[in-house]
């Protein structure tokens, strides 16, 4: 095994059985409802992936599916998701398809039990270091630097990609760990400038080979989360002679891929002792 490797798959079976184990001690079994729309080849693929590790760590898992549905019935169909004690957590798959209106279909999830951490409340929670559910890659993302004890106050970290699902929660999250963070996206003029200076270089755009080795400096920390399908292949957005000059990268496939499910999971567990916080006060 290359040492310089972070290796997610290793980080996330030791997750998966500490999950396991907690899980085992609970009264009762949680449940976690995808909702998916229409047919995406893509998501039916994550839907799956979904459903073995949720089965696999001890919940139970309901895919509703709906070939078409108007976004009123749709928002009452969560609401009563919401209602529904039986249910631990609620994800709608994105994407969706585009006569539906994600911000609010995805804002009428119950922030207790939006275990993708999409609403806005728990986005608001998370710029303000308050409990709550925060975005699954980002967490998995923080899990894999812990991990590996990786320091982060002082250190000068830079991500590229500024989506709400990934770069814009992890920019605070870092913050919050007193990280100096610089945050580049599609704008930015002369992305090198900035790559080149940081000691943790993060990457989520959806380019294969945006980062080249002339843009990193030696010993820096690469987290690679693009995934990008060519010929049948899976690549990130860092070539992959970044290793070189490397101390530490994430392979992709391998790296940030397994954090994202495991996360989610650990999401469901937390959401459950959310609500639970929520009932006694
Ligand atoms: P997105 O399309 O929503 O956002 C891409 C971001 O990249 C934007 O903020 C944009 O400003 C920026 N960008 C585009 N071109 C750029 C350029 N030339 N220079 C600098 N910035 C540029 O994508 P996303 O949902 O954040 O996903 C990004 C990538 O990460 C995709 O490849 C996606 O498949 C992957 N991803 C992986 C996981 C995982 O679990 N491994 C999870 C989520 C996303």
Do not use: W
Request: aromatic share 4%; net charge positive.
């Amino acid at each position: 095994m290359n040492e310089k490797i972070i290796d997610g798959k290793k980080v996330r079976k030791e997750k998966e059985l500490k999950l396991q184990e907690k899980v085992m001690t609970l009264k009762e079994k949680l449940t976690l409802v995808v909702i998916s729309i229409a047919f995406d080849e893509a998501s039916q693929v994550y839907i799956r992936q979904k459903e073995l590790l949720a089965k696999k760590i001890g919940y139970n898992f309901i895919n509703l599916h709906f070939d078409t549905i108007l976004e009123e019935d749709l928002i009452k169909e969560i609401e009563k998701l919401n209602e529904d004690k039986n249910i631990t957590g609620i994800i709608v798959q994105l994407p969706l398809p585009s006569y539906l209106n994600k911000e609010r279909i995805l804002n009428s999830i119950s922030p207790l039990k939006d275990v993708d951490g999409l609403t806005n409340t728990n986005f608001l929670k998370l710029t303000k270091k308050e409990p709550s559910l925060i975005p699954c890659t980002p967490k998995g993302i923080i899990s894999l630097l812990d991990y590996y004890k990786i320091a982060l106050k002082e250190k000068r970290v830079v991500i590229v990609g500024r989506s709400e699902l990934v770069g814009l929660p992890l920019f605070h999250l870092l913050l919050n760990k007193d990280a100096t963070v610089t945050l580049c996206h599609s704008k930015t003029k002369n992305l090198k400038q900035y790559t080149k200076l940081a000691d943790i270089l993060i990457v989520a755009v959806g380019k294969k080979d945006l980062i080249t080795e002339d843009m990193v400096k030696d010993g820096v920390i690469i987290i690679d989360v693009g995934i990008n399908r060519v010929d049948g292949k899976l690549y990130g957005d860092v070539d992959s002679a970044c290793f070189k000059k490397a101390r530490l990268m994430t392979p992709v496939p391998g790296g940030v891929g397994p954090m994202t499910v495991i996360s989610l999971m650990e999401n469901v567990y937390l959401a459950k002792k959310l609500q639970e916080d929520k009932l006694e006060k």
